[in-house]
């Protein structure tokens, strides 16, 4: 299953709000998966099942959607948030998006 | 606290093999949906392999043939042997956990380096 996501890039200041769009190739339900990764360190999973929340993971992240349109949202950027996101379907073999980097 | 290591990157010429390893702490491989996600220089993650708790194994179509996983339930480890490789499989190797089928990977390791160049 072919995920796209958008913007590939943004440029953000802290305390934006942020959003980050994903569009699967087909109907997945919620089977959604949204990671962090920064340059040297392990992916960090974020929200799973479209919309809850990882244990651990600050609330100001969200997740939405189902069927084939998905959003993760970052209410209020904080510093430690400037990273890549992927979005990636668990319906069938996984596959990742290509990935949105946050920027200053 | 659970912990996943790879080791074993390197750098490898062009149809040469290699041979990554994860060793996982506090939980059994066996137990668990384990796969290998790589991120080469400049794009993003790709899922290539997972092996079931079942010992089922699946493949991407990228290395489907050239590419093996395995799991030593003593020793707790995961593998990925890699043979015939390309200048394409130049990534960093991620081993992952998912404790259901549906695979929500909640533990990576930080990875290691794979290079395929003459």
């Known amino acids: 299953i072919q995920m796209t996501q958008s913007p590939a890039s943004l440029s953000a200041s802290v305390g934006d709000r942020v959003a980050i769009h994903c569009r699967a190739g087909?109907?997945?339900?919620?089977?959604l998966n949204w990671y962090q990764h920064k340059p040297g360190k392990a992916p960090k999973l974020l929200i799973y099942?479209?919309?809850i929340l990882q244990t651990g993971v600050p609330s100001r992240f969200s997740g939405s959607g189902s069927g084939a349109d998905f959003t993760l949202t970052i209410s209020s950027l904080q510093p430690e948030d400037f990273a890549t996101y992927y979005c990636?379907?668990?319906?069938?073999?996984?596959?990742f998006g290509p990935g949105t980097k946050v920027e200053v | 606290e659970v912990q996943l290591v790879e080791s074993g990157g390197g750098l490898v010429q062009p149809g040469g093999s290699l041979r990554l390893s994860c060793a996982a702490t506090?939980?059994?491989?066996?137990?668990?949906?384990m796969s290998w996600v790589r991120r080469a220089p400049g794009k993003g993650l790709e899922w290539i392999s997972i092996?079931?708790?079942?010992?089922?194994?699946h493949y991407a179509d990228s290395v489907q043939g050239r590419f093996s996983i395995s799991r030593d339930i003593y020793t707790n480890t995961l593998y990925l042997q890699m043979n015939s490789l390309r200048a394409e499989d130049t990534a960093v190797y991620y081993c992952?956990?998912?404790?259901?089928?549906?695979?929500?990977?909640?533990?990576w390791g930080q990875g290691t380096l794979v290079t395929v160049s003459s």
């Open positions: 992952t956990r998912a404790t259901t089928i549906t695979t929500i990977y909640d533990y």
């Open positions: 506090e939980f059994t491989v066996r137990n668990s949906y």
């Open positions: 092996i079931y708790k079942d010992g089922t194994t």
């Open positions: 087909q109907n997945i339900d919620t089977y």
């Open positions: 099942a479209s919309s």
């Open positions: 990636q379907q668990c319906y069938s073999h996984p596959t």
